[in-house]
């Protein structure tokens, strides 16, 4: 144990954020700290918007369904996949530019590995984070206000700023129902769902002082009996990615 | 600045290693620091598969295109996106599981924020990490191995082991070219490329004794001149992902 893995073990998304600005020295380190994550080849197929002009927070935060912890955060990020800057290199060979589902999923997960880092980085000076997966509830409307071009989508956007709550700390499935030896159990992790549903549902008892009575699987189970941003596919053809 | 961004900050691929084994304490202080990692709407939609097992890592490095560091590490990680445990779950209830490109992204997503923990936490207990792309050379080779049940794929895997070499850093794209203020603009990361090619053109000349004279966009051109695992999205059909 060490002070980096006591950190990222006492993860928990921040919603409610004091005004404060960030510093530029703030800034400049959790940038930084996600420019060094790991990328496939080195393709670096991501880019990162920082958000702090509150008109535009405030556009972002209703587009997002709301969510008024956008408009306080002190920084709003947003993770961008991006195969624009890729093709613009082999343009200026005069290369064809290929790309398909592989690339799209490069680009998503070297986005994503910069946008952890970066959320490590600010927890480490003592900021909080949230993850804002409501980006894609309008994706069109966001690459529209970002200027993003073509060849680009918004992952997420990340809420980064001084915490002003101390929530708890949620409970994660049982180590056995996601980590396993050598191959898949399939018994185990459903027997660890079993486990965390009862976890859950005395977590969610006593958050909500005996209101809500579930279990996870039953949220999943309700969270996915409807088909979920279903215009996310479209969407993605529209930027230019070929999921082919 | 603080330890952990010092630590974020001097990330390397680590591609030779030691022999030996992590230990469980090791391992624990990885896998939790991975699980404490966000996830969208606390799905947690990926597993982990730990390879310790010297045969099936030697298989694994074969279908990865005989990297032989998968051999030599003390643990190789496999991430895989994971939507047969929500559906499970949905199973439970008798509710119809609804999927599409949405979940198939939450999934890959939950995946990499998971590992980026781990290589992070891994790094923090002075191991080295090489996350292996080439796991999707021949993914369905990899998930008869691994035992993956349907609606599961391999993301990507992860060398993780004591390191046996001392590389230096690789220079990153200038930080104009991938961070941007407000909105996205398209001049600066298309300067950001051309000062990063003269940079890259130096560091694989300097890495080379002058034998490997090239850019960092001539090498995104070449690698994007021809389709790129092509494989994968029928690979992805063929798991029951629904890339609709």
Redesign the interface.
Known sequence: ?????E?????R?IRKFKPDALTSEQIE?I???A????S?????A????????PG?KQELARLAGNQAYIEQCGLFLVF?ADL???????A??G?????????F??A??DA??A???A???AE??GLGI??I?GI?NNPQNVCE?????EL?YP??GMCVGVPDQEPS??P??P?Q????????H?DK??QG?KEYDETMYEYYRERTGGKTLTT???????????????H??PF?DSRGFK??
């Open positions: 144990m060490n002070p980096t893995i950190l990222l073990r006492s993860h998304s380190a940038i930084s700290s420019q060094m994550a790991s496939s080849s080195n393709v670096q991501y880019s990162i918007i920082g958000v702090t002009d535009l961008v624009h800057r890729l093709k613009e290199a082999s200026l060979h290369q064809p530019f290929h790309h398909n589902t592989e690339s999923l490069v998503t997960v994503t590995l946008a952890q880092n959320a490590i980085a480490s000076l949230c993850y997966g894609r206000l970002l200027q993003l071009p680009t992952v997420y700390h949620r994660r499935l180590r129902a996601v980590y396993h030896s050598n191959r898949y399939a992790a459903a769902t996870w699987s039953q949220g999943i189970a309700d969270k996915y009996a409807k088909p979920g941003r279903a996310i596919r993605l999921l082919e």
